[in-house]
């Protein structure tokens, strides 16, 4: 059965940190590219931060460089999304997912079901 669990969100005031993990099971994770997206009521989905399969390259959305960073443990099945200088902004429910592109037309995907961050004082 296929699992992914995001946990580590919760209130934080601005300047805070936070480290979110997404912890998979029931796949062959280590042949997963992992994203995670956020997400505010109303507003469209944004991809946050991105890792491939080898952890050899990263991708952050432009309002996160320097702040996020994205980092994997395949020995764990997880990966975490370590949060800096967070700011209101960056409230969002935040989920995890997983994919394979086995080719061109062909990719499996996985979803969790999210972890609230809310950046408030």
């Known amino acids: 059965q296929v699992q992914i669990v995001e946990s580590g969100g919760g209130l934080v005031q601005p300047g805070g940190s936070l480290r979110l993990s997404c912890a998979a099971s029931?796949?062959?994770?280590?042949?997963?590219?992992i994203n995670w997206y956020r997400q505010v009521p109303g507003k469209e989905r944004e991809l946050v931060a991105s890792?491939?399969?080898?952890?050899?390259?990263?991708i952050y959305a432009d309002s996160v460089k320097g702040r996020f960073t994205i980092s994997r443990d395949d020995a764990k099945s997880t990966v975490y999304l370590q949060m800096t200088s967070l700011k209101p902004e960056d409230t969002a429910m935040y989920s995890c997912n997983a994919k394979f592109v086995q080719s061109s037309y062909r990719a499996t995907s996985y979803w969790g079901q999210g972890t609230q961050v809310t950046v408030s004082s």
């Open positions: 890792i491939d399969s080898t952890a050899s390259s990263t």
């Open positions: 029931g796949f062959t994770f280590s042949r997963f590219a």
